[in-house]
């Protein structure tokens, strides 16, 4: 059993270029979210989804964009690379109200 | 909008030792969720400990137990007999309840070192 697999695990992009943080899970869950993690900050949501087809934004979703067509996908897209999202990014996914939120294991990410 | 405070950025306890980290939290909700979560070296997110509001009783699981208490909102993690391998960032989250909970609330986090 897989979990959350996130990739990939590090990449380093130059200012101004795309690039797609992969996120898949198989444990059937209905939620999915992703968070960025900074020194100092916690975590914070940058967009969510509560099912295939449905997604929304949380605190922090500029510059940045997801979809769900799946169940068990849930991509994030970065349109064009700041420094500022220099981060470590997270996406987890849960099953249903108040349950444990499962992890992948992070995408360091810098933005030179 | 919720916040979760976590007050102590560092703490370190000798090995074997107990050690209690803060977590106070600011909601007008009453159903709602509170988790610990660790993050060792590695990276990873682990899920230590996860308390319902509406429950009284406090969550343990082996070493780790909450102190939760609802009208102070307060959700302190103890963790006894410290090991080297507790050695991590702890993180308090909230989660509200009843419907569009989609939102994982974190604290800053509390840098806990185990010395031997």
């Known amino acids: 059993n897989a979990g959350v697999t996130q990739t990939p695990k590090f990449q380093v992009l130059k200012t101004g270029q795309s690039m797609t943080l992969q996120c898949a899970q198989d444990?059937?869950?209905?939620?999915m979210s992703w968070y960025r993690q900074d020194p100092g900050m916690g975590l914070r949501l940058i967009h969510y989804?509560?099912?295939?087809?449905?997604?929304d934004q949380g605190e922090v979703p500029n510059g940045y964009n997801v979809s769900r067509s799946t169940t068990e996908d849930f991509p994030l897209r970065l349109l064009s690379a700041a420094p500022s999202q220099t981060s470590v990014y997270f996406c987890?996914?849960?099953?249903?109200?108040?349950?444990?939120?499962?992890f992948g294991q992070g995408t360091r990410l810098t933005v030179v | 909008a919720q916040t979760v405070t976590q007050s102590q950025p560092e703490m370190s306890v000798q090995e074997a030792e107990t050690v209690t980290l803060s977590c106070t939290y600011d909601?007008?909700?009453?159903?709602?969720?509170l988790f610990w979560y660790k993050q060792p070296p590695s990276r990873q997110m682990i899920l230590v400990i996860r308390?319902?509001?509406?429950?009284?009783q406090n969550a343990t699981e082996n070493r780790f137990s909450v102190n939760f208490q609802k009208a102070a909102k307060s959700f302190s993690l103890k963790i006894s007999d410290s090991q080297l391998g507790d050695t991590a960032m702890y993180f308090c989250a909230f989660m509200k309840g009843g419907g569009s909970n989609y939102k994982l609330t974190f604290g800053k986090g509390t840098l806990l070192t185990v010395n031997p």
């Open positions: 989804s509560v099912g295939a087809g449905i997604t």
């Open positions: 308390q319902e509001a509406y429950k009284q």
């Open positions: 987890a996914s849960r099953l249903r109200e108040g349950t444990e939120a499962f």
């Open positions: 909601t007008s909700e009453n159903n709602y969720y």
């Open positions: 444990m059937n869950h209905e939620y």
